[in-house]
Every structure is written in structure tokens, then in C-alpha cells.
């Protein structure tokens, strides 16, 4: 699973204390939206409109208040980039690596687990049967 950071300084820093807080819930989503579908901070075009909650929304504003104030960078294959986004999170390659690595490992540990079941079954089959004590 991926998850979104945010510094927890994001409140404080010029770029977020000068843009509206709808601009910033817009930054947010889309920050979540390129999380889960490990898009490494690319917002597709269609995506601001998505999270439009009333028709008094103004959406293209939104955006061009990230995009002022340099949060999300447009983008030549369309939609936007948002900015430093690998420098807070982690990329799909970190990710695709990560569950690599992690896959290795559950598989050594099975590999392990299922060895000790063949020396155990081994050691039970090689003990000859005792006389009971009394």
C-alpha cells in the first residue's frame, strides 16, 4: 500500500499559507490519487473536475491557483506534475522495489518453514518406538 506524505510543516510554508484551502483539499486529493495508482505525482487532466462537490465549484481556478503558486507543474503529455513530489514520497520504482524485496523474503521464510517440517517428519519416522515407563 502507498501512502501520501505532507511535511508537517506543509501549514507554514509560503506557497500554502498564500493559496486557499479548496486549492490546497485539490492538492491533497490528487496527492492521494497519485499515491494509489502510483503515478509519481502526475495528475491526469480529467482528475480536478472528478472532485468537483457543487456546481458553484470553481475547478480550472483551483488549478490555476496550484499552478500559480507552484504546486502543481503543468506537463507537455497533459494534466500536471506535482512539484517535489519524489522528494516527500516514495516513487512506483521504490515501491515495485520494495515489494520485491519483501516478496524474497516470504519466500525464504517459507522455504525455511517447509525445511524444518521435512527435519521434523525425518526425525519422526528415524525414532524407534520406546517401551512406556511405569
Do not use: C
Request: aromatic content about 10%; hydrophobic content about 35%; charged content about 30%.
Amino acid at each position: 500500500m502507498a501512502w501520501f506524505n505532507i511535511d508537517d510543516r506543509f501549514h507554514y510554508h509560503g506557497k500554502v499559507r498564500t493559496t486557499s484551502l479548496a486549492a490546497i483539499g485539490l492538492w491533497t486529493v490528487g496527492g492521494t490519487y497519485s499515491a494509489q495508482y502510483l503515478t509519481d505525482g502526475w495528475i491526469p487532466e480529467w482528475f480536478p473536475e472528478t472532485q468537483r462537490r457543487s456546481p458553484d465549484d470553481n475547478i480550472s481556478a483551483l488549478v490555476a491557483e496550484l499552478v500559480t503558486v507552484h504546486l502543481w507543474e503543468p506537463v507537455k503529455r497533459g494534466g500536471w506534475q506535482m512539484h517535489d513530489y519524489p522528494d516527500w514520497n516514495r516513487t512506483k520504482a521504490m515501491i515495485a522495489e520494495e515489494k520485491e524485496r519483501q516478496a524474497q523474503r516470504k519466500a525464504a521464510a517459507r522455504a525455511r518453514t517447509q525445511k524444518q517440517l521435512e527435519d521434523a517428519r525425518k526425525i519422526t519416522r528415524t525414532r524407534k518406538p520406546t517401551a512406556p515407563r511405569n
